[in-house]
């Protein structure tokens, strides 16, 4: 979804989270492919809160950013 480099950048900082505050695989794969078929996301960028989806997904605690229609 994000480019390259970028998307090794958040990779890097989704490994440091604790696990206390990262959501486990498959709340993560299912949260990904959720804003892969989201007409709001562009380049890996969602468009309704300029976010990474890859880092903002990895969260536990966060949710879609779109209050009138979560995907997740």
Sequence with gaps: M???????SI???ID???????????LYAHRLQECKNCEHLISGVCMKCGCYVEF????????????????W
């Design 2 to 8: 994000a480019e390259e480099g970028v998307l090794e």
């Design 11 to 13: 990779t890097t900082r």
């Design 16 to 26: 440091k989270l604790s696990e206390n505050e990262k959501a486990d695989h498959e």
């Design 56 to 71: 903002r997904a990895a969260f536990k605690k966060q949710k879609c950013p779109d209050v009138k229609n979560r995907k």
